[in-house]
């Protein structure tokens, strides 16, 4: 299973920017999907997550900013990004717990991290 995440780059205060990030290879299911992000010097914090059941929980910080969506057909997550700011300035890695057959168990992946700098 690979976590392969997408999207990221340099973007001015205030702009957006939509990161994506697509699960492949045996999966039977995933169940949640997120969002997290590690700025240098910091702990990794979660942005968002999201339930196969489309329910969304969010970080306080980027609350009323970001919209996280999943697409179960694709096995893919995103994550909407606006109003952004240069402390949003980090390496965003998405992650999935991935079921690969029938009645096994769930396995959390991570995605390989897309680099997202907000800076005028």
């Known amino acids: 299973v690979q976590l392969q995440a997408s999207g990221g780059g340099l973007v001015q205060p205030g702009g957006s920017l939509r990161l994506s990030c697509a699960a492949s290879g045996a999966i039977y299911a995933v169940a949640i999907m997120g969002w997290y992000r590690q700025a240098p010097g910091k702990q990794r914090e979660l942005v968002a997550s999201?339930?196969?059941?489309?329910?969304?929980n969010y970080g306080d910080s980027v609350k009323g900013r970001f919209i996280i969506s999943r697409d179960n057909a694709k096995n893919t997550v995103y994550l909407q990004m606006s109003s952004l700011k240069p402390d949003d300035t980090a390496v965003y890695y998405c992650?999935?717990?991935?079921?690969?057959?029938?009645?096994?168990?769930?396995?959390?992946?991570w995605g390989q991290g897309t680099l997202v700098t907000v800076s005028s």
């Open positions: 999201i339930t196969a059941a489309q329910y969304a």
């Open positions: 992650n999935g717990d991935v079921q690969d057959h029938a009645a096994g168990s769930f396995y959390t992946y």
